[in-house]
Nanobody, 121 residues
Framework: VRLVESGGGLVQWGGSLRLSCAAS????????LAWYRHIPGKGREFVAE???????RLSDSVKGRFTISRDNVNNTVYLQMNNLQPEDTAVYSC????????????????WGPGTQVTVSS
């Protein structure tokens, strides 16, 4: 599976951005899609995830501001980010995980290269 993010950029404090992540390859085996971010000096941080049936989980730091959604037909996951703060500045990476079953690729994990989001204060 190949993951390619887009939609990052520079935005002012309080602004909005929508990130997209397009998956290609053996997408039928993807169960979980998620967004993580890497903040210099802080490491990788969980942002949000969405299951195949649409169930979601968001980190406390983005609840009420970010929304995750997915399009299973077009194999794309989105992250709508509103009211962006300077502390949201990071490289945002897409993550995909295969279903956990008895097959040889059970639970395989994939990462995209990331897209930079910079929030100016």
């Amino acid at each position: 599976v190949r993951l390619v993010e887009s939609g990052g950029g520079l935005v002012q404090w309080g602004g909005s951005l929508r990130l997209s992540c397009a998956a290609s390859g053996d997408t039928s085996r993807i169960d979980l899609l998620a967004w993580y971010r890497h903040i210099p000096g802080k490491g990788r941080e969980f942002v949000a995830e969405i299951g195949r049936e649409g169930e979601t989980r968001l980190s406390d730091s983005v609840k009420g501001r970010f929304t995750i959604s997915r399009d299973n037909v077009n194999n794309t996951v989105y992250l709508q980010m509103n009211n962006l703060q300077p502390e949201d500045t990071a490289v945002y990476s897409c993550f995909a995980e295969f279903f956990h079953d008895l097959g040889p690729t059970s639970g395989f994990k994939f990462w995209g290269p990331g897209t930079q989001v910079t929030v100016s204060s």
